[in-house]
């Protein structure tokens, strides 16, 4: 079983920054793809950013210019940098992972979600 724990989220001021981590633990052979999602109230989860084996991350519109996902392989770790935040950032952010066990076997993993809150 593959568990994710995201931390960082908070409150800040318009304007202001955010980095949110996500570490991977358990039986894991290989990561191909990992991404950020993120619900707001009374609204559907939207994928912010995502990144598969080699390639650069992909970023919705909204976020272009202001987030960024970088990534340790070596601890299993995805950041989402966040700069310049807009009250329209306000959500919960959940990571997603999906890859290989060390049987080989498919897994689809989810963090709980952490709160992301822009407010005065």
């Known amino acids: 079983q593959v568990q994710l724990v995201e931390s960082g989220g908070g409150s800040v001021q318009p304007g202001g920054s955010l980095t949110l981590s996500c570490t991977a633990s358990g039986n894991i052979f290989t990561i191909v793809a990992m991404a950020w999602y993120r619900q707001a109230p009374g609204q559907q989860r939207e994928l912010v950013a995502h990144l598969t084996g080699f390639d650069n991350a992909s970023y919705v519109d909204s976020v272009k210019g202001r987030f960024t996902m970088p990534k340790d392989n070596t601890r299993n770790t995805i950041y989402l940098q966040m700069n310049s935040l807009k009250p329209d950032d306000t959500a919960v952010y959940y990571c997603?992972?999906?890859?290989?066990?060390?049987?080989?076997?498919?897994?689809?993993?989810w963090g709980r979600g952490i709160q992301v809150t822009i407010s005065s």
């Open positions: 997603n992972m999906r890859g290989y066990d060390r049987q080989r076997t498919t897994f689809d993993a």
